[in-house]
């Protein structure tokens, strides 16, 4: 039988305070918008079928059954999560982890309104948003 310790202990998810079932800051913070199609979904399915401490050990073949994913696209999609911070894998165990906290500049940023000519300045002279 697989031990099933957290892979990033330090990252083990909470739920989160607001009324949802997934943490808004996956959006909020944009975490979506860098996940393929097939990552949101692979995200979804970690998300509901997962322990209290984020693990998993539903195997590769019997995922890629469920999301009508080939191998190679189920590979991709993990990738795509792991590179995002949004899951742990080491065979045979996936972890969902726990938002970082952003950075002190991203909070600053989350935390104060800006007005649409100054986004635009800063998008015209090539700042981040």
């Avoid at 031990?3 to 909020?28: G, M, T, Y």
């Avoid at 726990?98 to 986004?119: G, K, N, T």
Wanted: charged share 20%; net charge positive.
């Amino acid at each position: 039988m697989v031990s099933k310790n957290p892979i990033l202990a330090h990252r083990v998810r909470h739920v989160p305070a607001q009324f949802s079932w997934l943490d808004h800051r996956l959006v909020r913070e944009r975490y979506i918008d860098r996940c393929t199609h097939t990552a949101a979904a692979l995200y979804l399915f970690l998300v509901t079928v997962a322990d209290a401490a984020g693990m998993s050990y539903y195997g590769d073949a019997s995922i890629g059954r469920r999301l009508s994913m080939d191998l190679a696209t189920l590979e991709a999609a993990r990738d795509n999560l792991v590179r995002i911070g949004l899951i742990a894998w080491q065979k045979p165990l996936y972890q969902v982890l726990s938002f970082e906290e952003p950075s002190a500049a991203h909070r600053q940023v989350l935390a104060q309104p800006a007005s649409l000519a100054d986004i635009l300045k800063k998008a015209a002279a090539g700042g981040a948003l």
